[in-house]
């Protein structure tokens, strides 16, 4: 913590910006309905320029990063509350202010990056910390840009009304999650990818398999999903059962194709040890090859996790009742209700991320061995 | 020594072939060799004078091409079928998924023996191999030389009478190696196994082996066999003594022998 931090190349910009913003003021135009005060114009000029000077004074880096925090977000706040009322009546003044809180934030994640944590919860903090700010400013300046320029609604939503649509619908979103995370997606991967785990072992049994199953496999695997969904609704009907089976389609032969590879990932020696105990076949794959395999099915997991969300999604804009996660945005998109068709988009992230992650943590505990988890050599 | 000592290994007349584009390699050719039981047996020779192949073929994870071989009066899938040897690769491969103990128990449980019994072999070939306190480790955590010795720890677990070693030592340092040298010694004189060693290494073979194989590539064939003159009580210095330097020498003559028609 004694190293000073001085190279605050970010500081600087901010003042520039800052004094450009003082020369093109106003920051909205005069016809705007409710333009703010004296008082928050010599707010937001003061934090931008104590901020950034504060940035170029050598001081311990956990402070600099707090004030730096601090500043760039109070800014944005002021700047993103005097924008009601005065939709698409920011000025390039406004846009100035805004860019020099952004590279404020720019250093102040900057700074965080570039420190030690000590303890491992402080690590963990940080590691959330970092990419949070990163996503806050996307939304800021999504915000911003959207009613500062007056971008159509139909466009672009802010997230503020996204978020808003998000809250209200709740019961609805409910239902659609329902109907297509926890019906189609999740009956669709678990027998997609447990069917191609077992079509793997028998491959590995049966030579025949293993030499006609895989060609196919990597040609089934290359069809465009959108042409089969249709005819999986026509087979299937228009409930959640028509989408797991689209789903069993994209999921089946990743997972097939990755267990092949994994496992013949066991070396020779490994091999060759298990000839000298005169083990069986069975014993050698679940001793040796399946363990080995691990990692290549988990990528194989992963990659399902998001194929079959996708899938799911697509497949109900071919047909289903009226719930669904694809259903919703399809529909919504027709009546121009941009912003629920976002607040799905939203969620179809958020479920995404979670079973994404979800695997990734079981992934870390099962393949603990691995040099790739566990850092190591050898 | 009045009553004959039973052949644990005898080859007569063996040969091995491998077919490639270029037509046949001669891996092997005609090696006539008897190992007793209790031998220690080291297979020297330069790369290519298939030491490691013979080694192999009497484990039956390669298949001679001609003459024979008996394990125990067996052929050799029979012999390794009935579980005869334990087998010291050049790398340890241990399963980094398991820990030091469960990778000594992993010829137990394939060979199906009970629980209490797998936990009472674990200790003793842990303490042969001066691991214990390391059962709980897994094998990255351990150095090279450590992992080297819980693999013939995994080996010596299962009632084999016969230790085949290929280079077990090859990777190691010279001060590890002279150590676990050592250790083997001690760990032979007292489980009484037959053992078979392929090293490169010249001190190495004279300092271990009752019966030197010397060998020379190309076809691979056997040149010499140098029954040792040393006791079996061998300190480490025995290596400066008039008489090491005499079997190396001749060890030394037999590798040249091999190797002077090529130039």
């Not at chain 2, 030091?100 to 629980?115: H, Q, R, S, T, V």
Request: net charge positive; charged share 15%; hydrophobic share 50%.
């Amino acid at each position: 913590m004694t190293r000073r931090t001085t190279d605050s190349w970010q500081g600087a910009a901010a003042i520039l910006l800052g004094l450009l913003a003082m020369i093109s003021i106003p920051p909205f135009e005069s016809d705007a309905t409710s333009i703010p005060g004296r008082g928050w114009s010599v707010a937001v000029f003061l934090l931008i320029f104590a901020t950034a000077i504060a940035s170029l004074i050598p001081m311990r880096r956990l402070v600099a990063a707090i004030i730096l925090f601090a500043g760039a977000h109070l800014i944005a706040w002021l700047l993103i509350g005097s924008l009601s009322g005065n939709e698409g009546k920011a000025t390039v003044s406004f846009g100035l202010l805004l860019a020099a809180g952004w590279v404020l934030a720019w250093r102040a994640a900057t700074v965080l990056s570039s420190l030690k944590a000590r303890t491992k919860f402080a690590d963990y903090a940080l590691r959330l910390l970092i990419p949070a700010i990163f996503g806050a400013w996307i939304l800021i300046l999504w915000e911003a840009a959207t009613r500062g320029a007056g971008i159509p609604f139909i466009l672009l939503p802010p997230p503020s009304a996204i978020g808003a649509r998000l809250a209200e619908s709740v019961g609805v979103l409910t239902a659609d999650v329902r109907q297509t995370v926890f019906k189609a997606v999740l009956a669709g991967y678990i027998l997609g990818c447990a069917g191609g785990f077992v079509a793997a072992i028998l491959a590995d049994r049966v030579p025949f398999l293993r030499r006609g199953l895989l060609p196919i496999g990597n040609m089934v695997s290359a069809l465009p999903i959108i042409g089969v969904a249709p005819i999986m609704v026509m087979w299937f009907g228009f409930d959640w059962q028509s989408k797991a089976a689209v789903v069993i389609i994209l999921t089946f032969f990743p997972m097939l194709v990755n267990t092949v590879a994994g496992l013949a990932a066991a070396g020779h020696m490994e091999r060759d040890l298990m000839r000298t105990y005169a083990s069986s076949d069975w014993q050698t794959l679940l001793k040796l090859r399946l363990p080995a395999a691990m990692p290549f099915i988990f990528n194989a997991l992963k990659i399902n996790s998001t194929l079959a969300l996708i899938g799911a999604i697509i497949a109900e804009f071919f047909g289903t009742p009226i719930v669904g996660m694809g259903f919703r945005i399809s529909t919504e998109i027709g009546r121009m209700n941009v912003d629920m068709v976002w607040a799905e988009i939203a969620v179809a992230a958020i479920i995404g991320s979670i079973f994404y992650g979800a695997i990734a943590l079981t992934e870390r505990t099962v393949t603990f061995w691995h040099p790739s988890v566990r850092g190591g050599q050898t | 020594m009045n009553s004959p000592v039973p052949s644990v290994v005898s080859a007569r007349d063996l040969g091995l072939a491998f077919q490639t584009n270029d037509g046949p390699v001669h891996a092997l050719t005609g090696v006539n060799l008897d190992i007793k039981k209790g031998d220690f047996v080291s297979f020297i020779g330069p790369s290519g004078c298939g030491k490691t192949t013979f080694l192999r073929v009497i484990a039956d994870l390669e298949k001679h091409t001609s003459g024979g071989i008996e394990i125990n009066g067996m052929s050799p899938q029979q012999a390794r079928e009935s579980r005869a040897y334990g087998y010291v690769f050049q790398a340890a491969a241990l399963y980094p998924w398991r820990t030091i103990e469960k990778n000594i128990a992993l010829p137990l449980e394939i060979m199906g023996y009970a629980k209490s019994e797998q936990q009472k072999r674990i200790a003793e070939t842990l303490d042969l191999v001066n691991l214990s306190g390391f059962g709980k480790k897994y094998p990255w955590q351990l150095s090279g030389g450590m992992q080297q010795r819980a693999s013939i720890a995994r080996a010596l677990a299962f009632d084999a009478d016969l230790l085949l070693m290929d280079e077990p030592f090859g990777a190691l340092d010279e001060i590890v190696r002279d150590h676990l040298n050592e250790q083997l010694l001690k760990l032979w004189e007292r489980t009484n196994k037959t053992i078979c060693f392929v090293t490169h290494s010249i001190p190495e073979a004279v300092y271990l082996s009752t019966k030197i194989v010397v060998m020379s590539p190309r076809p691979g064939r056997v040149t010499d066999v140098i029954e040792s003159t040393l006791p079996r009580e061998r300190p480490l210095d025995i290596r400066e003594s008039p008489e090491f330097l005499e079997i190396a020498h001749r060890v030394r003559e037999g590798l040249r022998a091999g190797h002077s028609y090529d130039e």
